[in-house]
């Protein structure tokens, strides 16, 4: 049980409500950004570095994963990717003097908001045992201290080693080789809380856990559905690809619980139309669905492709697929009934959309969190590349999955080996390249790193930037589990709570970010490599001078700590790693698939797109070396009388943990983040009128309850019987064993509570 709200400021949390925007970008969105921009970074700093945002010189947008256009227009940034920059890229500074006026525990208490308006970490900074101040700390010192403790463990699985996905190709291919020539496969990493469920599910039917789709596939499509993602907020780029393909004639679908902004009208910031016409309307049909309902409603459609005389594509099925008797006949179990009370849809909607997708011969199904954190995630994401394979919508132009990624290289860091489970190809490739002989137990996810750290399984938790504490489940308990470490180490560009809530003994590493010309201990200029959403690998520099002289780059940490903990045993060659990072890339280039001729591909303009056998010729990587057809039981999630279905999200003011701002602006929000978004009729049902507070009780299968209190009730045109309230605040409310099944992500997306009404106003 919680009482403290942990991220948000109760102080500064006044929250103003006025209607939601029916219309996304446009000129207030650049004014934003550059707003947002200046303050941080002064103007002509604004403009140097906005202009080198995912141009083919420049580095990568830290923002989203979406891929760049091939030609790309001056200005392909958006509003959203100018505040990821501006946060990295501020003037902002934290200092020792910054930690020797502020007690560890004054810093616990601050908000999440607070701890990034500091500005960037400029040195190495350790918590002693017992200590109530950071204090100053050089390289060697921090390393050895680190290299001491790693090598004082009983076993390297009393280690894991966390990674956020906007760590670069280089520096994720050496970080897990370190880890596995330490010993262990203990790699978390921030998918397991994110798109999991996508691989999982794609992994087990096509036999590639990545999107098959290309950009210049959006607008070869008949229709894209759009289903459980706000690119508006998340992936503004995105909006600019599906007006192109609007153009091109494309229908669009969205399936949503949430009228989204973005996917409503678009104003093309890109483009004199855009800024001053009536926008664009983007989505045809819009599904108003129930949180958790898209198996049951992909269910039904496909029992209704089956039952329509040539609306499947018998050939593909025939020579391209397995399993097909199966899922026809769970398919066909399908009814109405069922379907309207799992989706809260009409029979009207439906067959409106059965409609759309009969008349359209080429589909792509888009989407994000809205799919991945339920507990039938994994389910409905098969179900929907059944939908795809009954109409052979794979493998051809205008067609396929498109599951869109969140972080920028979180999709590369995955391909480069940051995986817990390991394929036993990559081990092999491993083993061959460097000459020694990796683990072969699966290692921890994020979930599971959390118990074995509150079981003392777990003694020194490492992580690669992120921030653990604030961005996993059940909040109290994962901050208790932490503090039983002997040893938290950040590797970090900003403050945040994750430094705050530490282990016996802390360290903070304070490294380069994208936008910091990155020289190598020889002097060399380097660049690193990402990989977008669509398996497009493409060369990232950054220009500006880094944020202090004592920064260093994540690669050159990683080689350095490897070093010191592997001593002369290790045959890697870690120091020439760390000064000249095309060495490393010669070495994916042997070990990871895809990667041939690595250095020569990636000096191309734009990169190189990586193979992908279904989209490519349509084979299945799979175990039948067909494309699976699944079965699944239908599942949905079941809200007792009287409770609510929440989803907790993003504000548009905020990057996962780092917030931006106080405001939402497409929502109608300003000034706060402790909102809840109900429907206006289970308000009144509830007793809750708009404007009135409310504590956020969650309620778990055991019994056991989780509080989040004080949240002011916003009426909202959710779908029925469903919430939303902001992340990381609601956090609190996910309880660790709350998680999917097969991926094991946290069910963020659908947690049942109840609201109770506090304040002065409450009886
Ligand atoms: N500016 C900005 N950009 C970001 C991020 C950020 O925080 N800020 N985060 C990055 C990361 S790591 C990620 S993973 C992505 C996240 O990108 P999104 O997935 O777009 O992010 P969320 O805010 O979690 O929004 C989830 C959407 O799914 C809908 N939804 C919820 N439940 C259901 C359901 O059961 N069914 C359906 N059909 N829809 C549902 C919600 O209403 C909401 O529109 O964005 C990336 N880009
Ligand atoms: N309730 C709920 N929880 C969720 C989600 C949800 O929808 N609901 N979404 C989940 C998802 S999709 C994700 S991806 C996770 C995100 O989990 P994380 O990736 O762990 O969290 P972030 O907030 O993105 O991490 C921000 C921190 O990264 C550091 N950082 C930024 N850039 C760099 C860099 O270039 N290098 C290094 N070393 N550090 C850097 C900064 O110190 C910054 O404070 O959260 C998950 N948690
Ligand atoms: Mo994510």
Known sequence: MSAKPPASDPVQDAPEVSAPKESAVGLPAITHALRAAQQQMGIRRTALTLLRVNQPNGFDCPGCAWPEP?????????????????????????????????????????????????????EPMYLAEGATHYTPIGWNAALDLIADELKAL????????????RTSNEAAFVYQLFAREFGTNNLPDCSNMCHESSGYALGDTIGVGKGSVLLED?????????????????????????????????????????????????????????????????????????????QALFRLLNKLLLERDGATDDAFIRDHTHGFQDFAT?????????????????????????????????IIVCWAMGLTQHKNSVPAIQEIVNFLLLRGNIGRPGAGVCPVRGHSNVQGDRTMGIVERPTPQLLDALEREFGFTPPREHGLDVVDTIRALRDDRVKVFFAVGGNFVSATPDSD???????????TVQISTKLNRSHCVTGRRALILPTLGRTERDRSPGGDEQFVTVEDSMGMVHASRG????????????????????????????????EEFAADYGRIRDAVARVVPGFTDFNTKVARP???????????????????????????????????????????????????????????????????????????????????????????TSEWTDGSERVAPGFRVV????APGCAAAYYPETNVLVPLDSTADKSNTPTSKSLIVRLTPTGPDAT
């Open 543 to 574: 220009r500006l001078a880094p944020a202090g002289p004592q920064l260093r780059s994540e690669t050159a940490i990683l080689c350095d700590l490897a070093r010191r903990v592997l001593g002369p045993g290790s045959s890697t060659p870690w």
């Open 715 to 718: 009426h909202y045109p959710t």
């Open 154 to 165: 009983d076993s390297p699985d009393e280690a894991a080693f966390y990674t956020s996905g």
């Open 330 to 362: 769970a398919a066909r179990t399908a009814t109405w009934d069922e379907t309207l009370e799992a989706t809260g849809l009409t029979r009207e909607a439906i067959e409106s959309a059965l409609e759309m997708i009969l008349a359209s011969r080429s």
């Open 70 to 122: 091939g030609k790309t227009h001056t200005a392909e940034f958006c509003e959203n990717g100018a505040k990821a920059v501006a946060e990295e890229a501020t003037l902002r500074r934290v200092t020792r003097a910054f930690f020797a006026e502020h007690p560890v525990a004054e810093l616990r208490e601050r908000s999440g908001y607070w701890l990034g308006q500091q500005g960037r970490l400029t």
């Open 218 to 294: 959006l607008e070869k499509a008949d229709l894209i559905i759009v289903a459980g993602q706000n690119p508006g907020t998340n992936h503004p780029r995105m909006l600019t690809a599906l007006e192109g393909a609007k153009r091109a004639g494309t229908k669009i679908m969205t399936i949503n619980p949430l009228p989204e902004a973005g996917m409503q009208n678009f104003h093309n910031p890109q483009t004199p139309r855009g800024l001053a016409g009536p926008g664009t309307s983007l989505t045809d049909l819009f599904l108003q669905i129930r949180i958790g309902g898209d």
């Open 606 to 696: 734009g990169g190189f797109a990586l193979p992908h056998p279904p989209r490519d010729s349509r084979t299945f990587p799979t175990a039948t070396g067909k494309a699976n057809f699944t079965a699944e039981p239908l599942t949905w999630p079941h809200v007792p009388e009287g409770r609510l279905l929440l989803q907790t999200l993003r504000s548009h003011d905020q990057y996962n943990t780092t917030i931006y701002g106080l405001d939402d602006r497409y929502r109608g929000i300003k000034n706060g983040r402790r909102v809840v978004f109900v429907h206006p009729e289970d308000a009144q049902r509830l007793g809750l009128p708009d404007g009135s507070y409310a504590d956020l």
């Open 477 to 487: 308990l994962t901050e208790a589990a932490l503090t039983r470490a002997r040893l």
